[in-house]
């Protein structure tokens, strides 16, 4: 072999072509037609920031902007509960890996199946769910869980977070393997509890793997879409519907399709969810 040296940048070469194909030129139109008045049936005519203004003059849009900011709700509460699942299941004792396994069964279920399981249980008057509560007489009548305008998007939420508790599980588990074991070793000499091992070793070491949760599930909730679309469409009258729900509807949802317009929506969400990984990370950052 001789002692030529190959450049390592050209094995990113691949991967990197096939985000410019599948990610950078879609960006780049989406940023094009998003300032355009385009259906598909007629060609595009340049519309300058028509599409943005009407957007943020529109009702829906801040309907939809509000329940999508709500859905945020769900990123705290599945990063501390999947986190303490984490810490649960990184112990040794027989039987864990079940529990495990059992943890994260949601994760590799479609959400198109989970989505269909979960409406079928939270339906109005034959959902498993209120049977269950009127037989043990928990309660005297049926819950909307779904068609009631103050529970529907709570209930797409559950969802969201029932099924994110595993997947986030393996990250925080990942980071509590890396520990070193003397550390809590070296505690427990000194007389310090199970709480203050977690306070003072646990959670500044796992700090990486919590921004990192933190980005992914805040961005994810900011996107939600498929649990919208199979659970609820959007209703009842809005009160579920979110930004990618709205983005839909006025890209598919209506006839003639608005394009345009929702490529318009697609870059406000974009921007979202690019602004609040940046707070993550400047907020992570300033607790260090």
């Keep these: 072999m001789s002692g030529r040296r190959i450049n390592p940048l050209w094995f990113l070469l691949p991967a990197g072509a096939l985000f410019a194909l599948f990610a950078l ?91 269909i399981a979960w409406k079928l249980i939270l339906s109005d008057d034959t959902g498993v769910l209120n049977q269950l509560l009127m037989s043990a007489h928990l309660i005297k009548k049926p819950v909307y869980w779904l068609t009631g305008a103050d529970l529907a998007i709570f209930s797409v939420m559950f969802v969201t977070f029932w099924k994110g508790i595993g997947y986030y599980m393996v990250m925080f588990l990942t980071g509590l393997q890396t520990i070193p074991s003397n550390l809590y070793e070296s505690a427990q000499v000194d007389g310090a509890s199970d709480l203050y091992a977690f306070r003072r070793i646990t959670l500044p070491l796992l700090k990486p793997y919590v921004l990192l949760v933190l980005i992914l599930s805040s961005s994810a909730a900011i996107k939600v879409f498929d649990e919208v679309y199979i659970m609820t469409s959007g209703g009842p009258l809005r009160k579920s519907e979110t930004l990618i729900y709205y983005m839909y509807t006025n890209a598919l949802g209506d006839f003639p399709p608005r394009i345009g317009f929702a490529c318009a929506v697609g870059l406000v969400i974009f921007a979202a969810a690019a602004g609040i990984a940046l707070a993550n990370r400047l907020i992570m950052k300033g607790e260090k």
């Design 25 to 115: 030129y879609p960006l780049y139109g989406a940023i094009k037609l998003a300032f355009f008045d385009y259906n598909v049936f007629s060609p595009a005519k340049f519309a300058a920031a028509a599409n943005f203004r009407e957007m943020f003059s529109t009702p829906n849009f801040w309907n939809a902007a509000k329940n999508s900011f709500l859905y945020l709700v769900v990123t705290p509460a599945l990063a501390a509960a999947s986190l303490l699942v984490a810490v649960l299941v990184n112990r040794k004792m027989r039987g864990i890996n079940f529990f495990r396994t059992a943890y994260f069964l949601p994760v590799v279920i479609p959400m198109v199946i989970a989505g």
